[in-house]
């Protein structure tokens, strides 16, 4: 008899063992495939379309996603700039010239702006800049709908920068609201309203800010190296260019609150424009309307604000007493001026007049052209050399 092992099968017997499992296993794995990942593919793709769908009902509650805005742009200030601008009006210089055949022809030999400030009955009154209509024959007045009037110069000051026209009124659809300087603040928004560059570019608006209160800026009429006046102006970073000049300078109420006047033209200079504070101006705006030009007394001499002097030189030069904490200094003397006749001299610092403290040249302004008139007797307070002194000045006439 042969050995026989339990354990031991034939090759045959050991096939059926394992080949049955595989099939089976192969039949169930194709049923997951067929059966299972579809739909669990399915499972996903759907919720991928409820995140989109929640991500775009998400966005349509954002009006700042996936959503055209609809903005509108009206603001203070563009409803301030549409109801001031037709005040604001441009200005031709209009000059007599001969053509070849000797025959005589107007000639536009600059352009400005003005601002209508006031409408009496069928007349409208217009301010713009001296220096605008200074040698013209002719001046005519562009409204901002391209209406052209004539206008007649009622009176004009050069030391002022300013002058006055009247038009008739009938076309006039706006007149300006004045405001007040006194109170301005360095920061405050402040627009200019003009025709920088001539008339094709009219009602050209600038927006920027206050940059300065009462500063004095020397000006040289004659050309001859010195100093003829101190404009008392504000200062502003809104562009003001040529042809703006006898425009409207306005707070963000739409209040005159400056006549636009010059620029600092340098090339390494941006952004400072000056105006002509509007409380300075009114005073000779209404004289001019009244009696065609502006006479003030005067002392006779070229002066600046002390603050302008470095305060070393207060000691060193001008050996003023730690208790002088402003005044106005002499930096020159008008032969046979008034001042002159009472004595005072160069580097001279007044820092009274009739008792009333004098700190800078705008409290001398005030009070010599506003409280003081022509042929009055001035009690002057001074130092010179260090020493307090006092004279009387008797005011004369600004030639």
């Known amino acids: 008899m042969g050995y026989y092992d339990q354990n031991y099968r034939t090759p045959s017997r050991r096939r059926g063992r394992w080949l049955l499992p595989l099939i089976m296993g192969v039949i169930i794995g194709g049923l997951i495939v ?48 549409e109801e001031v601008t037709p005040a604001v009006v441009g200005i031709s210089n209009i000059q007599q010239s001969k053509d070849y055949w000797q025959q005589q022809e107007g000639v536009e030999a600059g352009t400005g702006s ?3 400030y006031k409408q009496d009955n069928d007349t409208a009154y217009v301010v713009t800049n001296h220096h605008v209509i200074e040698g013209a024959d002719t001046v005519e007045v562009v409204l901002a709908d391209d209406t052209h009037l004539e206008a007649k110069i009622i009176g004009s000051d050069l030391f002022s920068d300013l002058a006055v026209l009247k038009m008739d009124s009938s076309n006039v659809k706006k007149v300006i609201d004045i405001g007040s300087s006194a109170n301005i603040k360095v920061g405050e928004p402040a627009i200019a309203i003009g025709n920088p560059l001539g008339l094709y570019l009219s009602s050209t608006v600038t927006q920027g ?64 424009g000056f105006a002509i504070p509007i409380d300075s101006a009114m005073p000779i705006i209404e004289e001019l309307e009244a009696n065609g030009e502006v006479v003030r007394p005067y002392l006779g001499v070229e002066i600046y604000s002390l603050d302008e002097v470095p305060q070393t030189e207060w000691k060193n030069t001008l050996n003023l007493p730690p208790e002088v904490e402003g005044g106005v200094y002499v930096w ?68």
């Open 209 to 272: 800010v206050i940059s300065g209160t009462e500063r004095t800026i020397p000006q040289d009429f004659n050309q001859d190296g010195r100093a003829d006046w101190q404009a008392e102006v504000i200062q502003t970073d809104a562009a003001i260019n040529p042809g703006n000049s006898g425009g409207a300078l306005i707070n963000i109420n739409g209040q005159l609150i400056g006549i636009n006047s010059m620029k600092i033209n340098q090339e390494a200079v941006e952004g400072i």
């Open 114 to 116: 003005g601002v209508i």
């Open 34 to 81: 067929v059966i299972v990942v579809p739909e669990f593919m399915n499972d996903n793709h759907s919720t991928g379309d409820r995140d989109v769908t929640e991500e775009t009902d998400l966005a349509g509650s954002d009006p700042g996603m996936n959503r055209s805005l609809q903005v509108d742009v009206s603001t203070q200030l563009t409803e301030i700039v």
């Open 332 to 399: 020159s003397t008008e032969a046979l001026s008034p001042a002159d006749k009472a004595g005072i001299e160069r580097l001279d610092v007044i820092t009274e007049l009739d008792g009333e403290p004098i700190m800078n040249m705008i409290d001398l302004r005030k009070i010599l052209y506003q409280e003081k008139e022509i042929g009055d007797d001035v009690a002057v307070t001074y130092y010179r050399n260090g020493e307090k002194a006092q004279t009387t000045i008797t005011l004369g006439t600004q030639q």
